[in-house]
């Protein structure tokens, strides 16, 4: 098992454009976070899904932003029409979810996806 | 409201000097408590995270935190740092009840002078 991997790790893009980030978890977990980091802060929850299911979404996440996980595996971070504001490093995590097991609160995380919009 | 709080922006100690970072949470119930480390354009990794039972506890590349719940803190130790510890410390904490997230405090970046 290699972690979790997203890709990809750098992406510059024009105002306005849309990107798209993928995040591969450790395929075992069922859990699968994303989070954004701006330069100085920690990390900031976006959303989480449980298997295919997107059970929590903050109100980080505008109408510009959509995330899937179409088959419980891999998840996809879409951002529409992009802002300067977007600039961060996005976070994928993953965690195995079981009940009351104290395991299900162990995120591992990936290296990030760092967006830089001009 | 709940929050997860680092009180140090930045702290530098000199290679071979001890060190104590500070983590102070506010939750009605507490939490499990996590401590991750950040090195420059990298992802996060798990130092070391406390669930229940002996509220000292061993992490890696030396590290260890010890939770007090009278002080609704869980600060992060080594005894001698090195060159290569310098890097940005989140602590975080993952609720009982409620919300299923990890929320983080805003990091402390440690310098290390030589």
């Known amino acids: 098992d290699t972690g979790v991997s997203q890709d990809p790790r750098h992406k510059i893009t024009k105002r306005g454009q849309n990107v798209t980030f993928r995040c591969d978890p450790i395929?075992?977990?069922?859990?699968l976070y994303w989070y954004r980091q701006t330069l100085g802060q920690g990390p900031e929850f976006l959303t989480y899904?449980?298997?295919?299911?997107?059970?929590?979404k903050s109100r980080l996440l505008s109408d510009r932003f959509s995330a899937e996980r179409p088959k419980g595996s891999f998840s996809t971070l879409e951002i529409q029409r992009t802002e300067q504001g977007d600039s961060a490093m996005y976070l994928c995590?993953?965690?195995?979810?079981?009940?009351?097991?104290?395991?299900?609160?162990?995120?591992?995380f990936g290296a990030g996806s760092r967006l830089t919009v001009l | 409201a709940q929050s997860v709080t680092q009180p140090d922006i930045h702290i530098t100690v000199s290679e071979g000097a001890s060190l104590e970072l500070r983590c102070n949470y506010s939750?009605?119930?507490?939490?499990?408590l996590f401590w991750y480390v950040q090195s420059p354009g990298q992802g996060l990794q798990l130092l070391l995270k406390?669930?229940?039972?002996?509220?000292l506890v061993q992490g890696i590349k030396g590290f260890e935190a010890e939770f007090k719940r009278s002080q609704s803190s869980f600060n992060l130790r080594k005894p001698s740092v090195h060159w290569s510890d310098a890097a940005e410390y989140f602590c975080?904490?993952?609720?009982?009840?409620?919300?299923?997230?990890?929320?983080f405090g805003q990091g402390t970046r440690l310098t290390i002078n030589p």
């Open positions: 995590a993953s965690s195995l979810a079981a009940g009351l097991d104290s395991g299900a609160n162990v995120l591992t």
């Open positions: 406390y669930f229940s039972g002996d509220t």
């Open positions: 939750y009605g119930a507490t939490p499990y």
């Open positions: 899904f449980q298997n295919e299911a997107q059970l929590e």
């Open positions: 395929s075992e977990h069922n859990r």
């Open positions: 975080a904490v993952f609720p009982i009840q409620g919300a299923q997230k990890l929320v």
